[in-house]
């Protein structure tokens, strides 16, 4: 079975301040990985996505993220978070087969102003 | 495009009542929909797995006599909790897998979700 671990439960930041979100999984097969952002009051978007190719990917709003296979790592980064990025963040994890989407546990970000 | 839809998107009930959430895809055709609950301050969790035509998959823990799930067709799936109770109180989410394409046959696209409160 496929688990995902997000070690940042809570993470408080002032706005400029750099961001990484740890995310790891455990799955012995190829996986697709996602981080996902959920906005206070609102429904999950999705932020960036790897199925393949370059391990280094980048998506919305100055978000990018690296997937390292040998640490089973697909970490969230951005240089400089803003106070509209207060919101929580979930990486998942599917098979090839597009199967079961298991997510983390979810970081809450908060940056003050 | 890949647009999901929930509907309600809010509903209260009194306890014992059945309650159905409508999921559908706007823009796409999904052989596959995901039920998922997200409980306050927690992540989503898998409840189960929707099958146009064909019985869903429970994942463990989930009964399914009290969410009942239809996919019948391909555009649309529902849940149904049945005789709900204060603990049903959620949020239930869904997901929706696009039948064409290969890359983006492995993406779910998300619903925006239906709260439920079940006093």
């Known amino acids: 079975a496929q688990s995902v671990s997000q070690h940042n439960h809570h993470v408080i930041l002032s706005e400029a301040a750099s961001l990484e979100l740890g995310c790891n999984y455990s799955?012995?097969?190829?996986?697709?990985l996602f981080w996902y952002v959920q906005y206070p009051g609102q429904h999950l978007q999705l932020l960036l996505k790897?199925?393949?190719?370059?391990?280094l990917v980048k998506g919305i709003k100055g978000f990018e993220a690296e997937f390292i296979k040998s640490k089973f790592s697909f970490n969230l980064r951005k240089p400089s978070v803003q106070w509209s990025d207060t919101a929580e963040y979930f990486c998942a994890v599917n098979n090839n087969a597009g199967n079961m989407l298991t997510f983390g546990g979810g970081t809450r970000l908060m940056v003050k102003p | 495009g890949a647009v999901v839809s929930q509907h309600p998107s809010w509903v209260i009930c009194k306890s014992g009542t059945s309650v159905k959430i409508e999921c559908r895809s706007l823009d796409f055709q999904a052989t596959t929909m995901f039920w998922y609950r997200q409980f306050p301050k927690q992540s989503l969790m898998l409840m189960a797995t929707?099958?146009?035509?064909?019985?869903?998959?429970?994942e463990q823990g989930v009964e399914k006599d009290k969410f009942l799930i239809n996919h019948a067709s391909l555009t649309l799936s529902t849940l149904t909790v049945t005789s709900a109770h204060p603990e049903d109180s959620s949020f239930y989410i869904c997901s929706a897998r696009d039948r064409t394409g290969t890359e983006s046959y492995n993406e779910q696209f998300f619903g925006p979700g239906t709260r439920l409160t079940v006093l």
């Open positions: 790897y199925f393949s190719g370059d391990p």
């Open positions: 929707s099958n146009e035509g064909s019985k869903a998959t429970y």
């Open positions: 799955y012995g097969g190829t996986v697709n």
